[in-house]
């Protein structure tokens, strides 16, 4: 925490110094004394943050409920024995560690919908939990995909991104399926991405999308799947075909691939983008949706370019 708030102070400082020499003396005054209340401010945030440091047992006292819960569950379930890898509870912080109690009963519905019995895995960690469990071959993802859809729909309206794997492995009976239920999303950070090489217009995504780009030679191999595709004028197109019938059409495109319960898909970007700090691109946002026409999308920002900001939790929540 203490890094992080140093470097929001210091990239306030940096402003306010930018503004100091432009300014005239009457205001320079006005400005040194915002210097002085962000020096008490930031003297105040750090001597909050070591009081919540001394809770430290708290952590623990949280996480040996988690474990006690899951496991009161499994054995209920009648789902074997379940194994548990934590990451260091002292390092994560209490906003994090909310996301992970908020989560986590979530994790064990499905679970049960999918009729885990063996082999029950928990890795958890601050970005995302991880659960996984032997599943029957017979399993039709076609029978619970209407559980699934419910249950991604409720991670969407709380910002997490419900994914899936499933691992076949000879040695093994019985095939695992992978639940991840990640919630790294950080608000005040943003995924941009330039539209075209100019620079003219940007596409604003959630910061975890980062975490969900594939290779071209991946993407195709893929079969017939819902993709939606943005292009350089901030078109918005949603398709469901092969990836292979838009290999010549998309060379240089950025793809974003997520295996949702539900259903497969794909975004697919103009460009590789980068990670900024959400408020040097959020002000005066507006918000895109995939049906809006291209005039509701774009807008002009401060820097003069167009910029939209796709609100992916907030669109498939509607």
Not at 298 to 312: G, L
């Amino acid at each position: 925490m203490g890094r992080e708030l140093d470097n929001f102070y210091n990239k306030g400082l940096d402003v306010l110094g930018d503004l100091y020499q432009t300014s005239s003396s009457e205001t320079r005054s006005q400005l040194e004394q915002l210097y002085y209340q962000m020096g008490l401010l930031k003297n105040q945030a750090e001597i909050e943050s070591e009081k919540i440091e001394q809770f430290q047992n708290i952590k623990f006292l949280l996480q040996e409920q988690l474990e006690y819960s899951l496991k009161l569950f499994v054995r209920r379930n009648k789902m074997g024995i379940v194994k548990t890898n934590w990451t260091d509870i002292s390092k994560v912080s209490f906003s994090k560690l909310n996301r992970i109690v908020e989560v986590m009963p979530f994790s064990y519905f499905a679970l049960k919908f999918f009729n885990i019995k063996r082999k029950v895995n928990y890795i958890i960690d601050e970005n995302a939990i991880v659960a996984s469990g032997e599943i029957d071959d017979l399993v039709d993802l076609d029978k619970v995909r209407s559980q699934a859809y419910a249950l991604t729909k409720s991670m969407f309206a709380r910002k997490v991104i419900l994914t899936y794997e499933i691992d076949e492995n000879e040695i093994e009976e019985k095939p695992t399926l992978r639940l991840i239920f990640d919630y790294s999303n950080h608000e005040d950070y943003t995924y941009a991405v330039k539209v075209d090489e100019k620079g003219s217009g940007t596409l604003g995504l959630p910061s975890n999308f980062k975490s969900y780009r594939i290779t071209r030679d991946k993407f195709n191999k893929m079969d017939k799947h819902h993709i939606v595709i943005v292009t350089k004028d901030f078109q918005v197109k949603k398709v469901l075909t092969s990836p292979e019938k838009l290999r010549a059409k998309l060379p240089k495109s950025e793809i974003i691939h997520f295996p949702f319960l539900f259903r497969p898909l794909s975004l697919i970007i103009p460009r590789e983008g980068e990670i900024l700090y959400s408020p040097q691109i959020m002000d005066n946002i507006s918000t895109g949706c995939m049906d809006a026409p291209k005039q509701e999308l774009a807008f002009q920002n401060k820097t003069s370019n167009n910029f939209i900001y796709f609100d992916f939790f907030s669109l498939f929540t509607e």
